[in-house]
């Protein structure tokens, strides 16, 4: 990555233009002088790589858009590379490349990094590069930073949430508004919170793949996301939902962590019927609420927009502001 001293502007290629790349490339382009202000160098964007050069995207002039996304990954110029295409390939090859040859990389794909994380942070070690994924847990909500900066002296000794937008929306619409199942998913999907394959939200692998980030997190342990129990919410009936609601209970679909006293680490992914009274009850819409219990802090609850292309870009654009300070 070019210093600041030499370069007064910040090249950022964006992988993606869909829900979140978008945003983060209309807040890019309309906020440029706020972010030279703020670090000093002008963001230019260089790219946004998608499948579609003919589609028009909200805010990305049509001659940012190319197919090549291999070409902005290897420009050498290029400071920041932010990925939100999604799926392991080929995005894990573009972050790789970019790591290797010592760029900043920014993503917000989930699975990418509860697969590979550990082993693309030690490729961003040896090359010098930097790997930021704040925007892949709890979107909006600044999760990773607290677990990992703000708790850094304290013993974190579990954790619980509701960490999936996409669900907790599905839940709350057939729970309060006795929406059919089926209209709440497609209404999701139409607000940008579903993953290009939504069974990853609906069946708790996109959950799980963030409560594994989490742990990890907290307690520098590796969890393979086949170690995490999990449960969607795809086989709740109608009936499900009638007893919570005769019980006073809601249906949440619930991620925890904990470490036990042999130092490993428990989690699960499953969908729980809660006293209305528990915090993680009164999450609406696509809420994301997590509990962080730790030793000296006791209960620290962090509450807020769990999916969505601008808020999702709030957390994708401080990465890409934290990865453009001078280290
Ligand atoms: P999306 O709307 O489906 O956008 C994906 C973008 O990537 C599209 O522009 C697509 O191009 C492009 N793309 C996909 N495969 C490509 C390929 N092989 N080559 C070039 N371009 C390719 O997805 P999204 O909702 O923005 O999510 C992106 C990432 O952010 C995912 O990892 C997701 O888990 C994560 N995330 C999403 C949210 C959210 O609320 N949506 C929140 C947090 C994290 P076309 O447009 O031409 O198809
Ligand atoms: N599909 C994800 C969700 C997007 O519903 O939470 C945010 O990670």
């Not at 000093?40 to 805010?59: K, N, Q, W």
């Amino acid at each position: 990555m070019s210093s600041p001293a030499a370069s007064s502007v910040l090249r950022v290629a964006l992988l993606g233009g869909g829900t979140v790349g978008a945003a983060v490339a209309r807040r890019l382009l309309q906020h440029a002088d706020r972010y030279a202000d703020q670090l000093g160098r002008r963001p230019e964007l260089t790219g946004v790589a998608v499948r579609d050069t003919t589609r028009a995207r909200d805010g990305i002039p049509p001659a940012l858009l190319t197919t090549d996304a291999a070409a902005l990954v290897g420009d050498p110029a290029t400071d920041v590379v932010v990925e939100v295409m999604g799926g392991l390939e080929p995005a894990g090859s573009l972050v790789e490349t970019a790591l290797r040859r010592g760029a900043q990389v920014v993503t917000a794909n989930k699975q990418l990094v509860a697969r590979r994380g550990e082993e693309l942070h030690a490729i961003a070690r040896e090359h010098g590069a930097g790997l930021h994924y704040e925007a892949a847990v709890m979107a909006a909500v600044p999760v990773l930073a607290v677990v990992r900066e703000s708790m850094a002296g304290d013993e974190i000794t579990a954790l619980r949430g509701i960490v999936n937008g996409s669900t907790n929306y599905v839940l709350d619409l057939v729970a309060r508004e006795g929406v059919p199942f089926a209209d709440a998913v497609r209404q999701a999907g139409e607000l940008g919170y579903l993953e290009a394959d939504p069974t990853e939200d609906l069946e708790g692998v996109d959950a799980a793949a963030k409560v594994a980030i989490l742990a990890r997190t907290a307690w520098g342990t590796s969890v393979p996301l086949d170690a995490v129990e999990t449960q969607g919410i795809s086989g709740l009936t109608d009936a499900d939902f009638a007893a919570a609601a005769g019980r006073g209970e809601v249906l949440k679909l619930v991620a925890e962590a904990r470490r036990g006293g042999d130092g490993r680490v428990h989690a699960r992914v499953a969908p729980t019927a809660l006293p209305a009274t528990d915090p993680l009850a009164q999450a609406r819409g696509g809420t994301n609420v997590v509990e962080i219990d730790a030793v000296l802090a006791g209960t620290v609850r962090l509450v807020g927009a769990g999916a969505g292309g601008d808020e999702t870009a709030s957390a994708v654009l401080g990465d890409v502001v934290r990865a453009a300070r001078p280290r």
